[in-house]
């Protein structure tokens, strides 16, 4: 569900259960490793995209071929140049509301985050900002990501203070930007929130506008107070749904962590793919349809991001 949209881009590909191809327009495989982890870069742009596939009754749609799917930019097909299958590895980030509307739900949450870590990818990359009027990064800059969910836990315990305005805009820009440093090609950013902004310097439409442009899958969970007026679901659907993602509205705190887990599994069963576009940086907008066929003809439904927006070329 993603684009890519720099000069330079690297892709790492596990060698833990995630399937890579790689066609025209990419580099072939350089001989460097990042951590144990074959490195694989490319000059030119790459459109990424997160696809998740279902049957018609909501069941996952696991194994299939990269002949299965099919990219359509604009009206023209596009060659794929990078496929991965289900349960790739992913960098995850957690964006949580450290402000004051969220104290009555503060520690529930840090927990359901906790639980969330426990049931993603063992090989996931995690990491959390917090954010009241300002944004932190809950795991220390020598050990920017954690595959461990205590050490999550006790990170966003430390770091969420639930008090102070809220600067939601400004943290999601944030983690758009710290996701880049991540090792992996899926990523992923999940907030929990009330919606508000009273705080922030970035514009509500400079967030959408960096979400289109990113190559990352972004979720929301809304957590709203109807005395507040700050709170603001319909922001948080419009963050999500450019990227491809979903936006939640559990019916309380104690929802949060089943909606954590329903976020774990789909991102577990999502296929990741990639093109390099016939015509880029043209600073526009430009629509996706990616066609999946199953191999034994049954309907599915496919979620994926509508669109990308370009970067202008300078």
């Known amino acids: ?15 833990l259960g995630i399937r890579g191809t790689w066609g025209p327009g990419l580099q072939a495989p350089s001989s460097s490793s990042v951590q144990g982890q074959p490195l694989f870069t490319s000059f030119t742009d790459l459109v990424v995209l997160h696809v ?6 909501g069941a996952y749609v696991s194994d299939l071929p990269q002949e299965a799917f099919g990219i ?6 596009q060659a794929i140049s990078m496929f991965s299958g289900e349960d790739a590895p992913a960098t995850v980030g957690l964006l949580i509301d450290g402000s004051g509307s969220m104290q009555p739900v503060r520690d529930l949450v840090i927990a359901a985050t906790g639980a969330f870590a426990e049931s993603s990818n063992p090989e996931d990359e995690l990491f959390a900002l917090a954010f009241n009027e300002n944004v932190r990064a809950a795991l220390p800059p020598a050990t920017p990501f954690t595959s461990d ?14 008090r102070g305005k809220t600067a939601l805009h400004d943290a999601v820009a944030r983690g758009l930007e710290y996701v880049t440093q991540g090792k992996y090609d899926r990523r992923i950013l999940i907030v929990i929130s009330d919606g508000g902004d009273n705080a922030s310097s970035t514009t509500f439409e400079d967030v959408v506008a960096r979400t289109r442009a990113s190559n990352t899958l972004v979720f929301t969970i809304g957590l709203f107070d109807p005395v507040l007026r700050d709170a603001n679901p319909k922001r948080l659907r419009e963050i999500a749904e450019p990227s491809g993602g979903e936006a939640f509205t559990p019916s309380g705190a104690t929802d949060v962590a089943k909606v954590l887990q329903h976020i774990a599994h789909d991102i577990r069963h999502t296929y990741t793919i990639g093109y390099v576009p016939n015509a880029t940086r043209d600073g526009a907008f430009h629509r996706i349809r990616v066609v999946v066929k199953s191999p034994d003809g049954r309907p599915l439904v496919v979620r994926t991001r509508t669109g990308y927006l370009a970067a202008r070329r300078p």
């Open 1 to 15: 569900m993603l684009t890519l949209r720099v000069a330079t881009v690297v892709v790492v590909m596990s060698v």
């Open 149 to 162: 969910a205590a050490t999550l836990r006790a990170a966003l315990t430390r770091t969420v203070e639930s």
């Open 52 to 57: 998740m596939v279902t049957d018609k009754k």
């Open 72 to 77: 359509v930019e604009d009206g023209r097909p």
